[in-house]
């Protein structure tokens, strides 16, 4: 079964600087993986999609980058913001049994201090 | 081009009650999929609906029932309430010929009391 870790649990920075947010999982045989953002009480919003045969996908201030082989993927965020506070969610897509199954962290709970 | 919605967004209900929920998917969609998540964890896969049947499901009990109409909407029933169902239910949709990429709805924030 696929496990998917995300470390920091929390995370609290002075504005404007960059942030790195850790995402691991068991099995390297992923489909893709998706970062989400979360704001309390919300749904979530899909930030980056990285295919498993891509190394990074950006869009803006943000970079995922993706190493299947280590199991790791890693979400960067430049020159933060407080309109960044929220909580952060990777989703892995695996194939189990025939089936493509989404497996999700417990994310990581970022506030940004003006 | 609308994304996905869900209704209602909040709602009380007593231990033993019925709920539904409903999810109407992003534009282009096929495939609904429904999560729960309690406080403070990442959302738990309760099951995946495509052409009207239900294809996947998590580890939910059978209280958990869905249901996939042709124009894709679906909806989520939930059966003899206990406390621990209350909850945030996220309705997610995509396209199964796409990307694989992910759209949530807003939620139905659910309490049982």
């Known amino acids: 079964k696929q496990e998917v870790t995300q470390i920091p649990a929390a995370l609290s920075v002075p504005e404007g600087e960059n942030l790195v947010l850790n995402c691991s999982f068991t099995d390297s045989a992923i489909y893709n993986l998706q970062w989400f953002r979360q704001d309390p009480g919300k749904g979530l919003t899909s930030l980056l999609l990285?295919?498993?045969?891509?190394r990074e996908q950006t869009s803006g201030r943000l970079n995922a980058s993706l190493d299947k082989s280590s199991g790791r993927s890693t979400l960067y965020i430049a020159a933060s913001q407080p309109g960044d506070s929220a909580t952060y969610l990777c989703?892995?897509?695996?194939?189990?049994?025939?089936?493509?199954?989404?497996?999700f962290g417990t994310g990581t709970r970022l506030k940004v201090l003006a | 081009d609308a994304g996905v919605t869900q209704s209602p967004t909040h709602l009380i209900k007593t231990r033993g009650q019925q709920v539904t929920l409903r999810c109407s998917p992003k534009?282009?969609?096929?495939?609904v999929s429904w999560y729960q998540q309690a406080l403070g964890q990442g959302p738990q896969f309760i099951f995946q609906?495509?052409?009207?049947?239900?294809?996947q499901r998590g580890n939910f009990p059978d209280r958990f029932s869905g249901h996939q109409f042709p124009n894709y909407s679906s909806e989520l029933n939930v059966n003899a309430l206990l406390l621990g169902d209350s909850a945030l239910y996220l309705c997610a949709s995509r396209s199964l010929q796409g990307t694989g990429e992910l759209f949530f709805g807003e939620g139905s924030r659910l309490t049982v009391l």
């Open positions: 990285i295919q498993s045969s891509q």
């Open positions: 609906y495509y052409e009207e049947e239900e294809r």
């Open positions: 534009s282009g969609h096929d495939t």
């Open positions: 989703a892995v897509q695996s194939r189990f049994s025939g089936t493509y199954k989404y497996f």
